[in-house]
């Protein structure tokens, strides 16, 4: 996993609840990097997993919920990082569909050892795309977070529901409908 993941994923943690929390988590995972990232380093993705786990049992803020904000949270990574990726659209619906055949495509250019899931689209109207996700990081709230913020970022909503293939969240079927 890029170390930019666990850059922003600490400095948001350190934002909403302090840097004793920062130390606490790193402090009671079992690191192979010993905490010390860099945004451009990559690190197994069992680090991430055990960060989130001990903000979970700290903080008592299911999984899910922190991937949730934490990618509402990287969408301003995004924009600001890769805004020439973001203003080659101007429909969510139209960005959603191109993450696996162009945007993860040239992150995967960036990046040649990034670990990504995969994006298939099912079905494309002009207002609603049913895609499915598979990852065996099972991130799919981080994914929902991504979609949320980009609607946002085209004046947009949606209704987005999950319904998962696999129990262990390694496939899951996203509806997405423009409101
Ligand atoms: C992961 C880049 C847009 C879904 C990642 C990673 C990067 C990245 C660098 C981490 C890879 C690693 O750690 O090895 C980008 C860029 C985007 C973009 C630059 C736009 C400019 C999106 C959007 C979605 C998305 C719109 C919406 C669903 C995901 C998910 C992961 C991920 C779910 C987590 C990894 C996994 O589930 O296996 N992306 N991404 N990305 N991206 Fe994107």
Known sequence: ??????????????????????????????LESNGA????GTYNFSEM????????KNTGISIDQLLLVYAE????????NYSSLISAYDDPIEMLASIEG????????????AELPTFTVVEKT??????IYKSSRAM???????????????????TILL?????????VKFIITKI
């Not at 993941?5 to 988590?25: C, Q, S």
């Not at 002009?126 to 895609?131: Q, R, V």
């Open 126 to 131: 002009k207002n609603s795309l049913i895609m």
């Open 1 to 30: 996993m890029k170390g930019i993941i666990f850059t922003e994923f600490l400095e948001l943690v350190e934002t909403k609840f302090g840097l004793e929390m920062v130390d606490k988590i790193l402090s009671q995972s079992t």
């Open 102 to 113: 162009h945007i993860h495509v040239e992150v995967r250019k960036i990046y040649p050892d």
């Open 37 to 40: 990232y860099t945004a451009i």
């Open 163 to 171: 319904e998962k293939i696999k129990d262990d969240g390694t496939e």
């Open 49 to 56: 997993l055990q960060l989130l786990q001990n903000l979970n």
């Open 73 to 80: 949270h990287f969408f301003s990574v995004l924009t600001a």
């Open 140 to 158: 799919y709230y981080f994914g929902l977070g991504l979609m949320n913020k980009t609607f946002e970022h085209f004046n947009s909503e949606a």
